[in-house]
């Protein structure tokens, strides 16, 4: 009875004497400041509503129209279309506090119609993609209608400072292509992967798709396109997301580095204090909606509203289909320690614990010496694993008693941190470190990450840090925008000369509450069990490589005056072709957030003129101007692909929403099935970096992120991230599976760095036999 009264705020009895009450001051005084901090952030995101509910005109000048149409009355001038006048009419009286109501109504009007006018302006102008084809090159000049569309967005979007959801209303919807440029684009596309007999009968199925079913498709998916925000988002987070079956880890969640040229403190406490304190502050200005949205060359907004799932969000396992849950408010975090789980408190009266604070707590946990219970240490294996199995699990074991309640406090948290009991190190004289930093961060040891969570913050016993995230709820762009934001915060002082973090505690903190769980029975323990078996077959069978390559980097492409992006997909697709012997369907994502709720869309980077770049370079009768010439091609239509797939002419999204559509209208397509089912065996794609003015490298040269990555998509493909850290930096994490004979990560890598190699020392034959034509038509001239 005394553990039930503890867990209750207040309680009380009547006897024959009278009634009695007894409340514990503490609880209810966290539940009063709960009930503040939440009334506060309702309020701050009514005003918040309202603002961008009218950007971008001021919310402050509603009172200067008002006061317009006053003095526009009282001096006797006529308010247009004598609006006064009509809302006198309606008014009970025309006495001043009428007249005075009847200029608040008609300037409110006003004011409204040049807000909206104002914003679909925006909106309007906001559809012009024409500046994204022009080219960038030294010298180049850009077109009249590009510099007038500029101007004009300058001067609506700038005029007013934005806040992190301001431009949502702003930004135009995803287009629909036609079905005749999609199948026009997917031809195209497959052509350098199939011959000639192959190839005509796609066409004939396209032919066939096109003209009899697709038709129909397209005008439901019209429709779609007409009454949702965005045609595409729904589908691909339902059924590409919620609705696989497989396990998170490995195949869907992916992961990020640390910034592994700085080291801040080698403390695992005050490193965690600092990093949980800043995602903390972070998720403050998230709430505000004082985060800067994203500007593309600081003008043209990105969607933020995948920011809005950031903290306080879980993937909830369902028998058929996972859903998402985001938790207005949580204040707490949960932090796994060598197989135990613990509820840190990170509010005290109304403000986020400092981190000389939060140190105190984590150092507790360190020093604990608490022992998993049964079944706990294995626990987190369950979300690791089949998410059917995992969700029939929720519904027997944890339906009820400290299980749930221990359950909905994980996934209710903030985030989730784990205390690694291992180091996360990098050399570059034993690159097999920093595979194992990624092999931790990836996967971990299978049930030290709580692969549900939006994410897991990891912590290395030497302080350096990671993440894992979960993929549905958003994007690796976001991700990467917190991680920026986290590495360039620790430039400035956090910590003392000993590696603790600064400050003087003010009161000592909520100490960590052990989470418990009754797992002792034989149903829970089996399902422990059979998901730590599942994660353990499936984290041995990956095969990382994360590849430093510091030869060159973006600097040099430059000099070629070839896009880094797609310089590294030609070196990737010559990598591939000397590694496989032929060419494979290759993804790389590229977002559409230029639309609102914009995700991804693919790029297909293995075109007709990279196939032909890379004939070339295994030719060796091909001259070395003739090489030059394809890949300045092979990377043009690259940059071409890349452009049409941000400006909503991509070819994926468009199939996969047809393909849904002739599912619901149960109507079968031999050719959206052959196409929906062929491997994407290379999967690739670029972390983004320098997304905020805050990432300064010149300033901060070594608080570059080495990237991230995941695993592959294909059992006998590849995944490889990649990220373009500097001048003469570049990460590549590669991943394969060691069960399929025909891939490997190290031999893959080799082939990259041999690809990078050989089109350096193509351009490098160039420049050479550029300069002797030159001295001899000044020679002959002479």
Avoid at 230 to 246: A, I, K, M
Wanted: positive net charge; charged residues 20%.
């Amino acid at each position: 009875m005394a553990e039930a009264h503890s867990a209750v705020a207040f309680s009380f009895s009547i006897t024959h004497e009278g009634w009695h009450l007894n409340y514990d001051r503490e609880v209810l005084n966290l539940v009063w400041q709960s009930g503040i901090r939440s009334w506060k952030k309702r309020l701050a995101r009514f005003r918040s509503g309202v603002r961008n509910g009218v950007y971008p005109a001021h919310l402050q000048s509603l009172w200067l129209v008002i006061a317009v149409a006053i003095a526009l009355h009282f001096s006797q001038r006529h308010v247009p279309f004598n609006l006064v006048s009509k809302f006198l009419g309606l008014l009970p009286g025309d006495t001043v506090g009428y007249q005075l109501a009847a200029c608040g109504l008609a300037g409110l009007l006003f004011w409204l119609c040049i807000c909206y006018t104002m914003r679909y302006s925006l909106k309007l102008l906001l559809m012009y993609k024409g500046w994204m084809y022009e080219k960038r090159a030294p010298g180049s000049k850009v077109s009249l209608p590009t510099r007038l569309w500029a101007l004009f967005v300058k001067v609506l979007a700038t005029w007013n400072k934005p806040g992190l959801y301001s431009f949502q209303g702003s930004l135009p919807r995803l287009p629909l292509p036609s079905v005749q440029e999609t199948m026009s684009r997917y031809l195209r596309s497959v052509r350098p992967l199939l011959d000639d007999s192959n190839f005509t009968r796609m066409e004939s199925l396209a032919k066939e798709f096109e003209s009899t079913i697709a038709p129909k498709l397209q005008r439901y998916l019209m429709l779609k396109s007409w009454w949702s925000t965005n045609y595409v988002s729904d589908w691909w987070e339902e059924y590409v997301y919620l609705r696989g079956r497989g396990a998170l880890m490995v195949n869907s969640n992916f992961y990020g580095i640390d910034a592994i040229f700085t080291q801040p403190t080698t403390i695992q406490s005050a490193r965690a204090a600092s990093v949980i304190n800043m995602l903390l502050q972070f998720r403050r200005i998230v709430e505000r909606q004082e985060l800067e949205p994203i500007l593309v060359q600081g003008l043209v907004p990105l969607c933020s509203w995948q920011y809005e799932r950031i903290f306080n969000t879980v993937r909830v396992p369902g028998v058929e289909t996972d859903k998402i849950v985001h938790y207005q408010d949580s204040n707490h975090i949960v932090v796994l320690h060598r197989g135990c789980y613990y509820k840190v408190v990170i509010y005290h009266n109304g403000r986020i614990l400092r981190p000389c604070e939060l140190q105190i707590q984590i150092e507790e946990i360190l020093n604990s010496s608490d022992k998993p219970q049964a079944g706990e240490e294995l626990l987190a294996a369950l979300t690791a694993g089949d998410r059917t199995k995992w969700a029939q699990t929720r519904e027997t074991v944890f339906a009820k008693g400290v299980n749930k309640t221990s359950l909905h406090l994980i996934e209710s948290a903030a985030f989730v941190l784990s205390l690694d009991e291992h180091p996360f190190e990098f050399d570059m004289a034993h690159p097999e470190k920093l595979d194992q930093f990624g092999r931790y961060l990836l996967h971990g040891n299978g049930h030290d990450r709580w692969f549900d969570k939006s994410f897991t913050v990891c912590v290395g016993s030497n302080g350096r840090i990671g993440f894992n995230s979960e993929h549905t709820w958003a994007d690796a762009a976001v991700m990467s925008h917190i991680w920026e934001m986290l590495i360039m915060e620790e430039t400035h002082p956090r910590y003392d000369e000993n590696g603790n973090t600064l400050g003087i505690p003010e009161f000592e903190p909520p100490k960590p509450k052990r989470l418990a769980f009754d797992l002792d029975n034989p149903v829970a323990l089996d399902a422990i069990q059979e998901a730590h078996l599942a994660s353990q077959k499936l984290l041995n069978d990956v095969d990382l490589r994360i590849f430093v390559h510091d030869a060159y980097g973006k600097g040099l492409m430059k000099k070629c005056r070839l896009s880094p992006d797609a310089y590294l997909q030609m070196a990737l697709q010559l990598a591939y072709y000397r590694d496989a012997g032929k060419f494979s369907l290759t993804y790389e994502a590229s977002m559409t957030r230029l639309f609102r709720e914009g995700r991804t869309e693919t790029v297909r980077p293995c075109t007709i003129e990279s196939a032909a770049w890379v004939k070339a370079m295994e030719n060796p009768k091909i001259g070395v101007e003739e090489r030059v010439k394809l890949l300045n091609a092979a990377c043009d239509r690259h940059q071409l692909g890349y452009q049409d797939a941000m400006c909503g002419k991509g070819i994926d999204r468009h199939l996969f929403c047809l393909y849904v559509v002739s599912k619901y209208l149960e109507l079968d397509s031999p050719f959206l099935k052959e196409v929906l089912s062929e491997p994407w065996r290379l999967s690739t794609s670029q972390t983004p970096h320098g997304q905020t003015a805050k990432m300064d490298l010149k300033k901060h040269p070594n608080c570059i992120s080495a990237g991230g990555g995941f695993g592959p998509v294909a059992d006998d493909g590849y995944g490889v991230s990649y990220i373009v850290a500097g001048e003469d930096l570049i990460f590549f994490h590669i991943s394969s599976k060691k069960s399929c004979g025909t891939t490997d990560s190290e031999r893959f890598a080799q082939q990259i760095a041999r690809a990078l190699a050989d089109i350096k020392h193509l351009f490098e034959q160039y420049k050479t036999q550029q300069q002797k034509q030159k001295s001899v038509t000044n020679g002959t001239a002479n």
